[in-house]
């Protein structure tokens, strides 16, 4: 592994990333291969372990162009498969495509759209700043900085080949927009009480490994197994052709998986993948998590929140129907009832 030239450890407010990225699945996590295509260290992957709990990670979407969203890193990176294939020119002219190799992953939690994106082009347009800028901090702590956009002149601004970046804190300060508070704006019909944002739907192509939930937060592993990502979507879906606009959180909430609102009551939602050696211990923690995430979201809404345990099939035993009925809480898996929810509970 080679190293890296922790410049930011100094400096408390040194606590910014960047990621650069066209996947689908902004937010629910950090991932990158542990090497490169040809086997060797890579400190744009490698860099992913000094991003601390708490650090604010920026968003940088290739195809809009644009720094579009952040989010709260969470916990401790682990090691799990991963689905990848560089997008650089090596790769590109070996014709790699995705394909299963060892990751590094990091949990996110938190994240939120901002108000205003932060185009390419303003990037640009403060070219000169930034230059002037990135030439002062390394005069104080000396390169590399594994700053992400180009800094030469021959071409226009654009971000370097890699995936993951150190921010410097003078980014937030010439772009304002990047230090604003979270959009935490609604989408409800008016009329309604209103629950998270707009519904991210989960990626049920990317698969890993099932692993000890203790490891690390289980609530951000779980969102990386299929049964947990087609659950939810299934779950989504329901809500949807019920009448109903599901939701996910907001950087205010507390981090479930689903809500909506159906008019009298918040309901809120716990996914579970299940398997016949898991059961037990995942059906315990979900309804343990479903309880904390109700009873968090009545301190901050007027109406009544309805907690709801949803997992990827029937549980093997009717106790557990009976033990979340008498804590008022709504058992379900798919394939989801119709007349969602009001019928059911």
Known sequence: MSSIHRWWHNYTNERYWLEVTDRPDIGINLKAPKTNETGKDFWSYSILREVNSGNIVFHYEKNLQAITARSVATGQT???????????????????????????????????????????????????????????????????????????????????????FKLPRFFLELFQDLASPFDVSLTEPVGLPSVGTEYQKAIEDQAVAERDPFAVDPAIVERGIRGHAATQNQLAEAVAAAGMCPRSPTALEPNFDLAWTDGSAIWVAEVKSLTMVNEEKQLRLGLGQVLRYAHLL??????PVRPVLAVEGQPSSNDWAELCASHNVLLLWPPFPTGFPKESY
């Open 78 to 164: 682990w090691s799990d498969v991963i689905t990848w294939a560089a997008r650089g020119t090596y790769a590109r002219d070996a014709g790699i495509e995705p394909h299963a190799r060892d990751g590094l992953y990091l949990g996110l939690e938190q994240h939120s759209r901002l108000k205003t994106p932060v185009t390419l082009d303003q990037i640009r347009e403060q070219a000169v700043s930034i230059n002037a800028r990135l030439r002062e901090l390394e005069d104080v702590v000396s390169p590399p900085l594994y700053y992400p956009f180009e800094r030469g002149t021959k071409r226009e601004t654009r971000p370097l080949q890699g995936y993951l």
């Open 298 to 303: 009545a301190r901050i809404h007027p109406i």
